[in-house]
């Protein structure tokens, strides 16, 4: 087990880790995860007071509480911070540990956790995490769908080994392992006015019905950042976070959709959708971005 690193006034904590058994650092992990010890109990399928008993023997070891209890509600106390802190960075390197070991044998078993967009997780996902699965059948692939704006903070924490998503913030937590940039177009049905032809402006989406992202996803930022140095007013007829509802409104012939190839990747390849490139100086591209903890390597399974 690592050896415990805390504040230089925490004493005597890095003498306890030896002593800290496998089991308490998962029941620590799940209590602040759940948010109490009866639903990590429930998680767990342990007694909650077991689970109880392990966290007052820490508390004991170490001499301070690493729970505040106010109301039956459990919050962590600074020094309960620093204890999860490593309790999560033991449990990771554990679990890297037991998957290299594997990979060492030739097993290639592990687990990898993907936070992505409800867009992505929709779209490019699904053939990815299959080809993934046809190479490396014994590795657990979880796609978790999550805001952009939390996707940068679930790799941080440690829920999620990889993000991927677009235009996501620059933090010095995170590295960036990849980027792709992604043209928007018009997204219109086959036989459509503007199916035919190579490129269209978005003056000349404006003259339909627009079904548009909405406004807390980021390619909608950039749509109204380009409506707007374009000094065109914009009522959409529709708008929505859902990429299948957005789409199927297109089909229906509600209106066209202003979106990027990866959103309607299986709807073009069979034929239900077109995209037709939008050229305009004002429409920045969508850039793509896969990211991991800036600290630490990844582990086999997501390498």
Same mark, same amino acid.
């Given at each position: !087990?690592?050896?415990?690193?805390?504040?230089?006034?925490?004493?005597?904590?890095?003498?306890?880790?030896?002593? !800290?058994?496998?089991?308490?650092?998962?029941?620590?992990?799940? *209590?602040?995860?759940?948010?109490?010890?009866?639903?990590?109990?429930?998680?767990?399928?342990?007694?909650?007071?077991?689970?109880?008993?392990?966290?007052?023997?820490?508390?004991?070891?170490?001499?301070?509480?690493?729970?505040?209890?106010?109301?039956?509600?459990?919050?962590?106390?600074?020094?309960?911070? !620093?204890?999860?802190?490593?309790?999560?960075?033991?449990?990771?390197?554990?679990?890297?540990?037991?998957?290299?070991?594997?990979?060492?044998?030739?097993?290639?078993?592990?687990?990898?956790?993907?936070?992505?967009?409800?867009?992505?997780?929709?779209?490019?996902?699904?053939?990815?995490?299959?080809?993934?699965?046809?190479?490396?059948?014994?590795?657990?692939?979880?796609?978790?769908?999550?805001?952009?704006?939390?996707?940068? %903070?679930?790799?941080?924490?440690?829920?999620?080994?990889?993000?991927?998503?677009?235009?996501?913030?620059? *933090?010095?937590?995170?590295?960036?392992?990849?980027?792709?940039?992604?043209?928007?177009?018009?997204?219109?049905?086959?036989?459509?006015?503007? %199916?035919?032809?190579?490129?269209?402006?978005?003056?000349?989406?404006?003259?339909?019905?627009?079904?548009?992202?909405?406004?807390?996803?980021?390619?909608?930022?950039?749509?109204?950042?380009?409506?707007?140095?374009?000094?065109?007013?914009?009522?959409?007829?529709?708008?929505?976070?859902?990429?299948?509802?957005?789409?199927?409104?297109?089909?229906?012939?509600?209106?066209?959709?202003?979106?990027?190839?990866?959103?309607?990747?299986?709807?073009? %390849?069979?034929?239900?959708?077109?995209?037709?490139?939008?050229?305009?100086?004002?429409?920045?591209?969508?850039?793509?971005?896969?990211?991991?903890?800036?600290?630490? %390597?990844?582990?086999?399974?997501?390498?």
């Amino acid at each position: !087990m690592p050896t415990f690193v805390l504040h230089a006034g925490v004493a005597g904590i890095a003498d306890q880790t030896t002593s !800290m058994h496998a089991r308490i650092l998962r029941y620590l992990d799940e *209590v602040v995860r759940r948010g109490s010890i009866r639903k990590a109990a429930e998680y767990l399928h342990v007694a909650p007071t077991a689970i109880n008993r392990q966290i007052l023997d820490l508390e004991a070891d170490l001499g301070a509480p690493v729970f505040e209890r106010i109301n039956k509600r459990l919050r962590l106390t600074p020094l309960g911070e !620093m204890v999860l802190a490593h309790v999560r960075q033991t449990l990771r390197e554990h679990e890297a540990l037991r998957e290299r070991i594997e990979e060492f044998k030739g097993a290639r078993r592990g687990e990898v956790t993907v936070a992505a967009t409800a867009g992505l997780a929709g779209s490019l996902m699904p053939s990815l995490v299959h080809e993934f699965h046809q190479r490396y059948p014994g590795i657990i692939v979880r796609v978790v769908d999550l805001p952009v704006a939390e996707i940068a %903070a679930a790799v941080e924490q440690g829920d999620a080994d990889l993000g991927l998503g677009y235009d996501l913030p620059v *933090v010095s937590a995170l590295r960036t392992l990849g980027t792709s940039d992604w043209q928007i177009g018009a997204v219109v049905p086959p036989g459509h006015a503007l %199916a035919a032809q190579p490129s269209v402006l978005l003056s000349e989406c404006v003259g339909y019905p627009l079904v548009l992202p909405a406004p807390s996803l980021s390619i909608r930022a950039l749509l109204d950042d380009a409506f707007a140095r374009n000094a065109i007013d914009v009522t959409p007829a529709a708008e929505s976070t859902s990429m299948a509802l957005i789409q199927r409104l297109v089909m229906l012939g509600s209106g066209i959709a202003l979106l990027n190839p990866l959103d309607i990747m299986e709807e073009r %390849a069979r034929g239900a959708l077109v995209l037709v490139p939008l050229r305009d100086r004002y429409l920045r591209r969508q850039t793509l971005a896969l990211v991991a903890r800036t600290q630490g %390597a990844l582990s086999p399974a997501a390498s």
